[in-house]
T-cell receptor
Framework: SQQGEEDPQALSIQEGENATMNCSYK?????LQWYRQNSGRGLVHLIL?????REKHSGRLRVTLDTSKKSSSLLITASRAADTASYFC??????????????FGQGTILTVHP | GAGVSQSPSNKVTEKGKDVELRCDPI?????LYWYRQSLGQGLEFLIY????????KSGLPSDRFSAERTGGSVSTLTIQRTQQEDSAVYLC??????????????FGPGTRLTVL
């Protein structure tokens, strides 16, 4: 299966601490994306990293991609209570015709305590 | 501008009834996706429309599920003879081709379907 596997399933930290979530996968990808979901409803796109990139930053977010290990990590620095949400990695397959189709992991539930 | 909208936001139906879920993508987005998310689960891909190409239906779980996209814009997901295991949040997303083959998907708020 191309589905990403996320680790940990749940993460509980104090405000101001950093949060790291990991995503591993099994086959070749075109790109990997991270999404955030509040209250089990719509997802918000956070960041996209292409297969030929190793690291990207966006505000307090840092994403790394290691294609040799087939893994990615999402780091949220200086966390805030408002960062409390579920975070999903999503894989875009390499090759094929459905370039836009994404396969999502099970997600990491992040809780940031004030 | 307006984001992806979905209707209804909540739908409660009885087992065996048919339901229709609607998605209005962002204007100008050529790609439209349907996913579903069961309680405590990740997102499961259902179907993908890209322009005038034949849709990718590889994720539809059974022939009770179908979807269409009229005029390259609005999409309707239809579930016939609903079963209790169909209960889930159904999410729609749209994207534009943008930079080559790299897409960012913009999600709607979802429709929560409950089958009694």
């Amino acid at each position: 299966s191309q589905q990403g596997e996320e680790d940990p399933q749940a993460l509980s930290i104090q405000e101001g601490e950093n949060a790291t979530m990991n995503c591993s996968y099994k086959t070749s990808i075109n790109n990997l994306q991270w999404y955030r979901q509040n209250s089990g409803r719509g997802l918000v796109h956070l960041i996209l990293i292409r297969s030929n990139e190793r690291e990207k930053h966006s505000g307090r977010l840092r994403v790394t991609l290691d294609t040799s290990k087939k893994s990615s990590s999402l780091l949220i620095t200086a966390s805030r209570a408002a960062d409390t949400a579920s975070y999903f990695c999503a894989l875009a397959n390499a090759g094929g015709t459905s370039y836009g189709k994404l396969t999502f992991g099970q997600g990491t539930i992040l809780t940031v305590h004030p | 501008g307006a984001g992806v909208s979905q209707s209804p936001s909540n739908k409660v139906t009885e087992k065996g009834k048919d339901v229709e879920l609607r998605c209005d993508p962002i204007s100008g987005h050529t790609a439209l996706y349907w996913y579903r998310q069961s309680l405590g689960q990740g997102l499961e891909f259902l179907i993908y429309f890209q322009g005038n190409s034949a849709p990718d239906k590889s994720g539809l779980p059974s022939d009770r599920f179908s979807a269409e996209r009229t005029g390259g814009s609005v999409s309707t997901l239809t579930i016939q003879r609903t079963q209790q295991e169909d209960s889930a949040v159904y999410l729609c997303a749209s994207s534009s081709r943008g930079d080559g083959r790299y897409y960012t998907q913009y999600f709607g708020p979802g429709t929560r379907l409950t089958v009694l």
